[in-house]
């Protein structure tokens, strides 16, 4: 079992910067697939950012790209997500997950089903 927490998240105003971080418990963190999803009130579930096992391959949102950067560190056990140049559209509770994988990301993870575990989430709110 594998326990994904989230943090970082709070109050900013647009165009401000945010680091989310996902601490993961368990050893094989190096093994795993990590992605960002977010949820806004009344929305569905969306795929933010996705990295695998080395960091060698990444996958974005379009909206995101340019401002948003994942990365991992696994000797921490730890992703990140980068959020820069915030928008009021990008308010939302952003989720990690975790798949025991190893290989390249494809579109299969941009998707909920992609993934085993799942963090509680943290609220990122921007303000205009």
């Known amino acids: 079992q594998v326990q994904l927490v989230e943090s970082g998240g709070g109050l900013v105003q647009a165009g401000g910067s945010l680091r989310l971080s996902c601490a993961t418990s368990?050893?094989?963190?190096?093994?795993?697939?990590m992605g960002w999803f977010r949820q806004a009130p009344g929305k569905e579930r969306q795929f933010v950012a996705a990295?695998?096992?080395?960091?060698?391959?990444?996958a974005y949102l379009d909206s995101v790209k340019g401002r948003f950067t994942i990365s991992r560190d696994n000797a921490k056990n730890t992703v990140y997500l980068q959020m820069n140049s915030l928008k009021p559209e990008d308010t939302a509770v952003y989720y990690c997950?975790?798949?025991?994988?190893?290989?390249?990301?494809?579109?299969?993870?941009?998707?909920?089903?992609?993934?085993?575990?799942w963090g509680q989430g943290t609220q990122v709110t921007v303000s205009s």
């Open positions: 368990g050893r094989t963190f190096s093994s795993y697939a």
């Open positions: 990295i695998n096992w080395s960091g060698g391959s990444t």
């Open positions: 997950a975790a798949r025991s994988t190893r290989g390249e990301i494809t579109n299969y993870f941009r998707t909920t089903n992609a993934y085993e575990y």
